[in-house]
């Protein structure tokens, strides 16, 4: 069975930081991987979807990267924002007829 | 260009008492998706289905049901809520059960007291 990972649990930085979130899985036999937002009391807004044949995907300020070989995906944040503080989650899509399975999250604060 | 519609966004119930959470999408997507949200256990999935008329149970299934009856809506019923079933409970919708991704919307919590 498909697990994923996401470490660190939580994580705080300064307004204007590059960083860096993670996402495992240990199944590398993946069709898909999605970053997800989600703000305190909301719903999960969609944020990168990147097929098991690409390497990364990139959106204003956001790039994801995967690396299947190695089970794992990054979201890059650049140059963040107060804005920006919310949990962040990764969904990994199986091959074949699995279904997806979520990380917990992390989640993040950036200070002003 | 509502997406996933999720009605009510809060409900408080009894222990006993029943109630029926509305999932509405406008996408033509195929599959829909109940999952529950609990701090510490992820998103976990309930039920879900690939098609108008046809349900299926998922990871966590147990004291819900669901029904399809028409493309664009998704019902889960809890016939007699218990504290546990406390949470928030969120639908997902997907063209072809996650190829393209899945669209969220955006919950319902519900405390069983």
């Known amino acids: 069975k498909q697990e994923v990972t996401q470490i660190p649990a939580a994580l705080s930085v300064p307004e204007g930081e590059n960083l860096v979130l993670n996402c495992s899985f240990t199944?590398?036999?993946?069709?898909?991987l999605q970053w997800f937002r989600q703000d305190p009391g909301k719903g999960l807004t969609s944020l990168l979807l990147?097929?098991?044949?690409?390497r990364e995907q990139t959106s204003g300020r956001l790039n994801a990267s995967l690396d299947k070989s190695s089970g794992r995906s990054t979201l890059y944040i650049a140059a963040s924002q107060p804005g920006d503080s919310a949990t962040y989650l990764c969904?990994?899509?199986?091959?074949?007829?699995?279904?997806?399975?979520f990380g917990t999250g992390t989640k993040l604060q950036v200070i002003p | 260009n509502a997406g996933v519609t999720q009605t009510p966004k809060f409900r408080v119930l009894k222990t006993g008492q029943s109630m029926t959470l509305l999932c509405a999408q406008d996408m033509n997507h195929e599959y829909m998706y109940w999952y529950r949200q609990d701090p510490g256990m992820g998103l976990r999935l309930i039920h879900y289905s690939v098609g108008e008329g046809t349900t299926a149970k998922g990871e966590v299934p147990d004291g819900y049901n669901v029904s399809r009856l028409k493309k664009q809506n998704f019902l889960l019923g809890l016939e007699s809520a218990a504290p546990s079933q406390t949470s928030v409970y969120f639908c997902?919708?997907?063209?072809?059960?996650?190829?393209?991704?899945?669209?969220f919307g955006s919950g319902t919590r519900l405390t069983v007291v």
């Open positions: 199944d590398s036999a993946i069709y898909n």
């Open positions: 997902a919708s997907s063209y072809s059960d996650g190829i393209g991704g899945y669209t």
């Open positions: 990147i097929q098991s044949s690409q």
């Open positions: 969904a990994v899509r199986p091959g074949g007829y699995q279904k997806v399975t």
